[in-house]
């Protein structure tokens, strides 16, 4: 099923600013929040939707790169973010996107009084997300043309096998905080001309987890992480090209004391051709052919990045001739197009020749046949080897 458009999902335009994107999402959001919905999947999956779009949208070098690759550019299969909610569960996105409804405004709003919307749903700050990391990958063309599967490993923090992230020695070891009482939050009521005001922050104690830990997990000293070598697989869609940046989500390193984790960012790159050459969605060859090939005519095989191809060489065939190949080059990302094959042909000029092939030459090179054509300004196959022999 095709993914919807981002834009569209938020009901914004291609144009909208940061604060019209933001403020569209909070109204979808709210409009769709599984506290107004319950038991409507629906819903739910609208609500996780927005959220996906919003994370996008929202991030200037994300939307930048949506904006020109569209879904391709987001998600190339597997881990990429971007699958009706690409990986995003209900707290990454209450703690990811939840700070731009202000202060327990879902618990104000939905009628959570007491913990909260957040916290009610479990949905309180887990530690602190991890960062996101940056790879290069190398691609030849026949990955590029047809899309690639690829395993990888990543060196990174990875979530404490000991303690499962939590940073905890054993769960006796946690303890709910003390100042706002597991909440995660510290309210708080001043009077006003205008009545009584409740102000909502994060409790700067245990900053907004809810929990403290009195004593900390020997193996990852209390963050909830360890360095370690992960094995990620990912796919790669066909068309991708130089410098472009693939995102899969949750791949970064693993966030302090069950933080979610960051994003891996994969750089592409492109592994010189030997033969073939790149130039945008289009392939160019260079076809060297002997000059009787050049007189004659000739049936030749050229390397495409799709395997061997057979041309016909006209006779007559001038040297700087271009041929072309319909549908042999490179296919353009999210489209059904495929760029050409490009085959320059360049006539070969012998480095060394015999007495006889000298003869032979001399006896062509008076024959008006072989002589260049005056309007074209060129010099003849003949004068390039007098030149080079003398």
Not at 15 to 43: C, F, L, T, W
Not at 93 to 100: N, W
Not at 220 to 228: S, V
Not at 295 to 316: Q, R, S, Y
Request: aromatic letters at 8%; one cysteine or more.
């Amino acid at each position: 099923m095709a993914k919807k458009d981002y834009y569209e999902v938020l009901g914004v335009s291609k144009s909208a600013s940061a604060d019209e994107i933001k403020k569209s999402y909070r109204k979808v959001a709210m409009q769709y929040h599984p506290d107004r919905n319950p038991g409507d999947k629906s819903a739910e999956e609208k609500f996780k939707e927005a959220a996906e779009a919003y994370e996008v949208l929202s991030d200037q070098e994300k939307r930048a790169q949506y904006d020109r690759f569209g879904h391709a550019g987001m998600s190339g299969g597997g881990g990429f973010r971007g699958q009706g909610g690409g990986g995003m569960n209900m707290d990454d996105i209450f703690s990811q996107f939840g700070d731009i409804f202000g202060d327990d405004l879902f618990g104000s709003f939905f009628g959570g009084g007491g913990g909260g919307g957040r916290s009610t749903r479990g949905g309180r700050a887990r530690g602190t997300r991890g960062s996101n990391l940056r790879i290069k990958l190398k691609l030849n063309f026949e990955e590029i043309a047809k899309g690639a599967s690829k395993t990888i490993k990543v060196k990174k923090y990875v979530s404490c096998q000991t303690c499962h992230g939590s940073g905890a020695k054993d769960k006796g070891s946690v303890q709910n905080c003390s100042t706002c009482q597991g909440s995660g939050q510290v309210r708080k009521v001043t009077n006003t001309f205008l009545g009584q005001m409740q102000t909502v922050t994060t409790c700067p104690s245990c900053n907004g987890e809810g929990s403290v830990v009195t004593s900390k997990c020997v193996s990852c000293k209390g963050e909830g992480r360890t360095y370690a070598e992960e094995t990620v697989s990912l796919d790669i869609p066909a068309g991708v090209q130089e410098g472009m940046q693939l995102s899969l989500s949750g791949k970064g390193n693993a966030g302090e004391r069950g933080g979610p984790p960051g994003d891996l960012i994969v750089l592409i790159e492109e592994e010189a051709g030997n033969q073939l050459q790149r130039d945008g969605h289009n392939v160019v060859y260079d076809l060297h052919i002997t000059f009787p090939d050049a007189v004659f005519g000739a049936n030749l095989e050229v390397p495409t990045i799709d395997g061997k191809a057979k041309i016909k060489i006209p006779a007559g065939t001038q040297s700087g001739k271009i041929f072309r190949l319909k549908g042999k080059g490179f296919p353009v990302l999210n489209s059904y197009e495929r760029g050409d094959q490009l085959i320059h042909v360049n006539v070969w000029t012998p480095q060394e020749v015999s007495s006889e092939e000298r003869v032979m030459l001399e006896k062509m090179q008076q024959s008006e046949r072989f002589k260049p054509n005056p309007e074209k300004n060129e010099k003849s196959f003949f004068d390039r080897v007098k030149e080079m022999f003398g």
